[in-house]
């Protein structure tokens, strides 16, 4: 098969060549997961309101990511564009050009044309640094470095400014979160997915490359994520790594899909279900303190009923909540839901976003499709870990959307997201050099 995933760790022969190789490789890798982890703008202050989506660009994302992208690009049409081949498969056309018309559909054509534009990017530059590393081990080395670098980053901020790493009774608006820590993050549950991904990424690195590195990692993250207090993380990471394993142990992607189907249904059942359905919500009320699943409920009843209004474009990619349409033009309907800044359910929104056609084509292309190739993968044991890093954080973005809009979202989580479902696709029809 020929060598596609990961970069081959075939090199030019001169030691110096081969050394600026890596450096520029490395350089370029640790830059792209750094940017998307830690972002242009740390460690800001939630004392004030978030600015529309409708308004002009954020400049400086659009600056530097298109920086990434073009760098990414230049190395990638000199040494292996030939490898994104395999991952212009039907359906990520098919769902790409969906999202293409619901933007033209869109009663914000300019945002969600805009948006998706910057998404396409943000794809690519996942995909081209993919390509990268020269290897597995190099590869492990450097996420261990990225893992590394944003851990004591949020620790630091923990230490140094915490009224900018840590919630506030001050933030404009969720005081309620006061005291929970959130790092270099914008809020306490996007540290506690990073955490549960760095805990992989330790996980990963203690297989491939040292038992004490990967142990550095996964000890610090786990301190962090018990103290950002997010209770669908801190119950994502026993369940996923539960889950994974069980997949690893079938035979076929037919059982895991299901499986996985299941488990997604059964958890928006309890949560989304629980508006509509009363013995659901008497089950919910008996055995959570909190039946709203911390004012979820609420967002999802606005986000489900305008979604039924327009069941086939939705309301444009990623073109309703932050708009002025959703903060002010829903007449009677307005309430502070109106404000919230996505449906804290990724089904949800994307139903309420690009459609229940879209919502299809997405989930074929991010949960059935993932684990397809990870059964089509060779079973090396080389690249065994691997394959069980990527399939975890599949399988954690299949969970976690239940709370969270994880899916086509800006910043790290959908990256590493991205990232984990070409990485699957890359294995199934490559052999990775270790």
């Not at 998706?116 to 990017?121: I, K, P, Q, S």
């Not at 851990?151 to 923990?158: D, Q, R």
């Not at 959570?288 to 967002?299: K, L, Q, V, Y």
């Not at 879209?358 to 690249?383: C, F, K, N, Q």
Request: aromatic share 12%; proline share 5%; hydrophobic share 55%.
């Amino acid at each position: 098969m020929a060598q596609l995933g990961l970069a081959s760790a075939q090199g030019p022969s001169i030691g110096r060549s081969v050394d600026a190789d890596l450096l520029i490789r490395g350089i370029l890798f640790v830059a792209v997961f750094l940017t998307v982890c830690i972002s242009f703008h740390p460690f800001q202050s939630l004392a004030e309101p978030q600015p529309f989506l409708s308004d002009a660009g954020d400049l400086v994302n659009q600056i530097g990511f298109s920086v990434l992208f073009l760098a990414l690009a230049a190395v990638t049409a000199r040494h292996e564009s030939g490898r994104l081949r395999p991952l212009l498969r039907p359906i990520l056309l098919a769902v790409l050009a969906w999202c293409a018309v619901t933007a033209v559909a869109s009663w914000e054509p300019s945002l969600a044309g805009r948006r998706l534009a910057f998404t396409l990017m943000y794809m690519s530059i996942s995909a081209m640094a993919l390509l990268l590393p020269k290897n597995l081990r190099h590869f492990s080395e450097l996420m261990a470095a990225v893992a590394l670098i944003v851990l004591a980053t949020c620790y630091l901020g923990v230490l140094l400014a915490p009224s900018l790493s840590i919630h506030q009774a001050t933030d404009f608006l969720e005081p309620e979160h006061a005291g929970s820590w959130r790092g270099v993050f914008s809020q306490k549950n996007t540290a506690g997915a990073m955490m549960v991904l760095f805990i992989f990424i330790g996980m990963f690195v203690a297989r491939t490359r040292s038992f004490a590195l990967g142990a550095f990692i996964v000890v610090p993250a786990l301190i962090f994520l018990f103290f950002t207090q997010s209770k669908t993380d801190i119950s994502a990471l026993p369940l996923v790594l539960i889950l994974a394993a069980a997949i690893a142990r079938g035979r076929g992607p037919a059982v895991a899909i299901m499986l996985v189907i299941a488990l997604v249904a059964v958890v928006n059942l309890l949560s989304v279900g629980s508006i509509y359905f009363e013995p659901v919500r008497n089950l919910v009320e008996t055995v959570m303190p909190d039946a709203t699943f911390t004012g979820r409920t609420e967002i999802w009843d606005l986000a489900l009923r305008y979604a039924a209004q327009r069941p086939i474009l939705g309301y444009g990619f990623s073109a309703f909540w932050g708009t002025e349409e959703a903060m002010f033009g829903l007449g009677e309907n307005l309430s502070w839901v109106n404000g919230a800044l996505d449906a804290h359910n990724a089904y949800v929104n994307l139903a309420l976003t690009i459609g229940i056609p879209g919502l299809i084509l997405a989930m074929l292309w991010l949960v059935a499709l993932p684990l397809i190739d990870y059964y089509r993968s060779p079973s090396e044991p080389s690249t065994a870990p691997l394959k069980m890093l990527f399939l975890r954080i599949c399988l954690f973005g299949a969970y976690g959307s239940c709370f969270e809009s994880l899916y086509f979202s800006v910043g790290g989580i959908w990256f590493f997201l991205i990232t984990a479902t070409f990485g699957l696709r890359y294995l199934s029809v490559s052999r990775v050099a270790t």
